[in-house]
């Protein structure tokens, strides 16, 4: 496994996102780059019907969920699940999904903001300074860090959350915000980018003209590593982001008290009730709803500032 | 001035070393320690001892455990490839010029990785559940009877909604490499008479191999941790007892049984799985390139 060096031309930053390369350019480039033998008509048919099917594969347990969510629990085994049934309840799923047990619901759902927005955004300032300082400094010890944290990239996350469950008991911290969040500020995955990233896009000359200029280390990583690693740092931030906000094992593990709950762990206690309390077959249905529908938006908005090309050269063969 | 990069590692390194480190060293101990409780029910204090290989004995002789790793082998063997390969193509499609409205078809297949895997296997439950799934209904009136939760089914309905949630993101993932191969090889290969296969298969494939092999590898892991899908469809299967994959056999020991000796050894041999299983692809993958070259 061999990193190499390639300048990160398709990650380049960008300071307006509405004219993302990959999104405005991308049709004149796209004919300039694609394969243009099979553009006849006919493959266009064949092609664009393929895609069509995937993607009702794709948008069905959507569908679904907007349908249920719109029926009460005798309805949702009566009728059709594809098909609107004749009383429409959505507007009270919704208010039983937002005031059931004291509006708890709401509070999971900034719980899970909590733990990914600030888990993600210190992750990535810390894999920031980590990864520019291994690619930036020359000092002992260097080659054995970089590869104990590339170890860690392949460690099963499952594989730690028992062990940290049983330290973060003895220290008394397990079942509490923190038991969850610091797990979640720790990204070996988004050292290793920012380390690549830095090394390719952090320019030796300009750091050692901020030398010259008297400014410290801490400052130059601050003012300048950081605004040249932007679009990595974009890249680690999302990574990490959907890691925390999708986790479920962690905080299955670490938080007994449903206050503390993420909204996965939040919507699954909900579902796993329904055999004893069919009502609550209402309240996961409008829960998943409300659930993914920020989730949706954020993917269908941040789609484009997904730098996978970041990965390039990562683990050449 | 040599202190500079240890600090702007420091915070890093403070939170690896106690969230992957000592976890992973406590884990190697624990697996290595049986616990003995005096009296009935340990009211006269517990002593730890040391059991040797005591615990990974235990644990690979337990035919539940060896058939649950048999099982995600199983599982990944299938889907990883199935998966790879869907993404691949839906990548190549989108990219190539036949391809209509490509914006929305990579929203729209990319949306389902924002959704967290409990909530798709919520989801998908609903859809599996005889009495609500319309895909059931529609099967019924053709006169199809399907079974999606039984104890032949239920593992590749597991891998569907494993694959429905991942083969957006490693498309997009691909795509990215793909935007990035310059037009001039691709103007190259048109002036040398290479058709839209030629171009896909000796143009476009090699050049995203390094996306395909890091999807593959993070797909191998992520099978090892099989977790929450068949722990949230335990409640509608009965096909899916306590210790159908290795990791949940390990929440079953340390949660329900309080074993926490065994439980370690299996988080032991899993993440030593995962490393097995991720060097012997990469190794292979290694060896391939290194003939490709002495070939040409």
């Given at each position: ?104 619901f709401v509070r999971w759902f900034m719980n899970s903001v909590?733990y990914a ?128 906000w ?5 905080p ?9 709950y993420p909204i996965t762990l939040g919507l699954n ?18 829960g998943v709803?409300v659930s993914i529908?920020p989730l ?22 | ?115 967290p895997?409990v909530i ?177």
């Amino acid at each position: 496994m061999t990193t190499t060096l390639r300048p990160p031309s398709d990650a380049t930053p960008n300071p307006n996102p509405a004219s993302d390369p990959a999104v405005d350019i991308a049709p004149a480039k796209h004919r300039g780059n694609t394969v243009g033998v099979g553009s006849s008509r006919t493959s266009t048919i064949i092609v664009t019907g393929i895609l069509v099917v995937v993607a009702i594969y794709f948008l069905v347990p959507i569908y679904y969920v907007v349908i249920a969510a719109t029926k009460t629990t005798e309805d949702l085994f009566a009728t059709n699940g594809f098909l609107l049934a004749p009383t429409f309840n959505l507007w009270e799923n919704l208010r039983l999904v937002f005031t059931y047990d004291g509006g708890i619901f709401v509070r999971w759902f900034m719980n899970s903001v909590l733990y990914a927005g600030v888990g993600a955004l210190l992750a990535t300032y810390f894999a920031a300074a980590g990864g520019y300082a291994l690619a930036k400094y020359e000092f002992r010890g260097k080659n054995i860090v970089y590869g104990t944290v590339l170890g860690g990239v392949l460690v099963p996350g499952t594989a730690t959350a028992l062990p940290l469950f049983l330290l973060f008991s003895q220290m008394g911290i397990s079942n509490t915000y923190w038991s969850v969040l610091i797990p979640s500020l720790v990204s070996p995955f988004g050292l290793f980018l920012c380390r690549i990233y830095a090394q390719a896009s952090v320019d030796n000359s300009v750091i050692e003209s901020g030398r010259i200029d008297g400014a410290g280390e801490l400052r130059i990583f601050h003012t300048l590593g950081l605004r040249a690693m932007t679009p990595a740092l974009v890249t680690v931030f999302l990574f990490q982001l959907v890691g925390i906000w999708n986790n479920f094992f962690l905080p299955l593990i670490m938080l007994a008290d449903s206050k503390l709950y993420p909204i996965t762990l939040g919507l699954n206690n909900w579902r796993s009730q329904v055999d004893r309390l069919p009502e609550f077959y209402q309240l996961t249905t409008g829960g998943v709803l409300v659930s993914i529908i920020p989730l949706i938006v954020a993917m269908i908005v941040l789609q484009r500032y997904w730098r996978g090309g970041l990965t390039d050269g990562a683990v050449k063969g | 001035m040599q202190r500079a990069p240890w600090i702007l590692l420091a915070p890093f390194l403070a939170l690896f070393i106690l969230t992957f480190i000592l976890p992973i060293l406590s884990a190697v101990a624990t697996s290595f320690t049986s616990v003995q409780r005096q009296g009935l029910f340990g009211e006269d204090g517990i002593t730890n001892s040391f059991a040797g290989f005591d615990n990974y004995a235990q644990a690979l002789s337990d035919s539940s455990f060896t058939a649950s790793i048999g099982r995600v082998l199983l599982f990944g063997i299938v889907q990883v490839p199935v998966m790879i390969v869907l993404c691949t193509v839906l990548a190549l499609l989108l990219e190539s010029a036949s391809a209509r409205w490509p914006q929305f078809f990579r929203a729209a297949y990319f949306m389902p990785y924002g959704v967290p895997g409990v909530i798709a296997t919520i989801l998908w439950g609903f859809l599996y559940i005889p009495g609500l799934s319309p895909v059931l209904d529609i099967a019924g009136a053709m006169g199809l009877d399907i079974d999606f939760l039984g104890p032949d089914t239920v593992l590749w309905s597991i891998a569907n909604i494993v694959t429905w949630t991942y083969t957006g993101y490693n498309m997009l993932i691909i795509i990215a490499q793909l935007k990035s191969i310059p037009g001039e090889i691709y103007e190259a290969a048109r002036v040398d008479g290479a058709g839209s296969w030629k171009i896909a298969w000796s143009i476009q494939l090699p050049l995203i191999r390094p996306a395909l092999i890091l999807a593959t590898v993070f797909s191998i892991i992520g099978t090892l941790q099989l977790f929450s899908e068949p722990l949230v469809l335990q409640t509608s299967s009965p096909a899916i007892d306590s210790q159908y994959t290795p990791n949940l056999s390990a929440y079953t020991n340390a949660f329900a049984f309080n074993n926490y000796g065994i439980a370690s050894a299996q988080a032991v041999i899993i993440a030593l799985a995962a490393f097995v299983l991720s060097f012997a692809f990469l190794a292979i993958v290694n060896r391939t390139s290194r003939a490709d070259k002495e070939g040409a």
